[in-house]
């Protein structure tokens, strides 16, 4: 390679900047999974003290202003919902050969 070439310094350029990138996203990554760690340790401190609920968290998790919505959801409901995306994902993971036998 011609070290003299402006298009091999403008590569260097471009390799050093891609080299930052990954290391700003690692950096990145890395903060993001101590957060992680560091919010479920005050959400456990805060469980056993008592201070929060489970519904209080669900409720923040959601953006429900008011908790006390979330005694409405019945059990039920929620196991219908769930069967129903479980047997929508299989569907979608079969076969057309097998969807055809069925008809």
Known sequence: MDLANPYVA??????KLNKKTENL??????????SRVINSIALQNSF??????????????????DPCILHAIEKVDVQNVTNTIKTLDLLANQSMDTITELH
């Open 25 to 34: 996203e690692n950096i990145q990554s890395k903060i993001a999974s101590l």
């Open 10 to 15: 403008k590569l260097k350029k471009v390799i």
């Open 48 to 65: 056993q003290r008592e201070s929060i609920t489970t519904k209080k968290v669900m409720a923040a998790a959601l953006d429900v202003h």
